[in-house]
């Protein structure tokens, strides 16, 4: 699912934060991206009684997030998009199952679930996400994306370019 070279991988106890290294350099893109980084996290922060609330937003996040990403998808016919629907419908299904567990008081399945999608967005950014923002930038503004990244020198010194590809 996810390509483990680019991926940060997280300890139980570390929440996601937003770095310029998630950057895609599809403007829509990453605003819904930064959305998700901070519904994430709160949810990992949460509070026992604030944990409803925050699956609630996390769920309505996903929701438009998953729907305009799979909608830019099919209006433009990009190739290969089934494997890309496919992961977003399976993590719809586990947010809403985990809702349904944690209405029965299962916070801790709730805590797990944070901690899996923080684990999950980095690899599913870089390796399906980035493929449909290089995409969307040549449909829509006709080349590339730009990514300006203020911490990427180090990247570009292990002979990484700017998308996190190794040359
Ligand atoms: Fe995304
Ligand atoms: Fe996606």
Redesign the pocket.
Known sequence: MANPGAQEVLSGNETLAWHDGLLLGYGPMDGVHQEFVQCVSALQQAADADLPAALDALEAHVLAH?GQ?DRWMEETEFPAREC?VN??AAVLESVRGVRQRLAQGESAVCRRLALELARWFPG??DY??SA?AHWMCKQRLGGKPVVVRRDMGWRRAMGHDASGQDR
């Open positions: 998953f990403e890309h992961e977003h599913h950014a399906l996400d449909l």
